[in-house]
């Protein structure tokens, strides 16, 4: 059964670079036909997606987010990562790591991790 | 960007009650539309694929009906689990977009 598991800082100071980490296990982040992805959630509020990878490293990025977002693979570790430059406190949200298929919704969500902005 | 309007944004409803939420794009995105449900603390969970399937597992109290910009989902018979905040997602073109929420609460 395919799990997704977020990691990385719970909180980062203004102006720094978030990055997170998505381990995937129970299949193969190198298989086609599948977008690995980074959804975004501020406390008490609703979805954003930022982005998504495919196993070839091709993205597609929000572009409210596009100038400040790198979304990375890493098919020898089974990973998949985010990076957001020069985070403000807006930017504060639990972060979800997510799969898709080729013209499907999300299908699968990790835990979801918060990460707080904050000096 | 598609523009997600839902509707409500929140009801007060009674177990056993049948409740219908909205969903409409600011442009047609033909059947790319699924439906999650959320509970405080945990990710959503997909309940509705292409507007109107049933996810593996969805007890079939849910629907889902519409196509093009207008799109629903029904609870035929609400449930206690079923007290939650539902988003309605479409997926026909970038970049993704949710809807604004609706929370269902118990009355």
């Known amino acids: 059964q395919l799990q997704l598991q977020e990691s990385g800082p719970g909180l980062v100071k203004p102006s720094e670079t978030l990055s997170l980490t998505c381990t995937v296990s129970g299949g193969s982040i190198s298989t086609s036909g599948y977008y690995w992805g980074w959804i975004r959630q501020p406390p008490g509020k609703g979805l954003e997606w930022i982005g998504n990878i495919n196993y070839s490293g091709s993205t597609n990025y929000n572009p409210s987010l596009k100038s400040r977002v790198t979304i990375s693979v890493d098919t020898s570790k089974n990973q998949f990562s985010l990076k957001l430059s020069s985070v403000t406190a807006a930017d504060t949200a639990v972060y979800f790591c997510?799969?898709?298929?080729?013209?499907?919704?999300?299908?699968?969500w990790g835990q979801g991790t918060l990460v707080t902005v904050s000096s | 960007d598609i523009q997600m309007t839902q509707s409500p944004s929140s009801l007060s409803a009674s177990v056993g009650d049948r409740v219908t939420i909205t969903c409409r794009a600011s442009q047609g995105i033909s059947n790319y539309l699924a439906w999650f449900q959320q509970k405080p603390g945990e990710a959503p969970k997909s309940l509705i694929y292409a507007a109107s399937s049933l996810q593996s597992g969805v007890p079939s109290k849910f629907s889902g009906s519409g196509s093009g910009t207008d799109f629903t989902l029904t609870i035929s018979s609400l449930q206690p689990e079923d007290f939650a905040t539902y988003y309605c997602h479409q997926y026909g073109a970038y970049p993704l977009t949710f809807g604004g929420g609706t929370k269902v609460e118990i009355k």
């Open positions: 997510v799969r898709r298929g080729v013209g499907a919704p999300v299908g699968h």
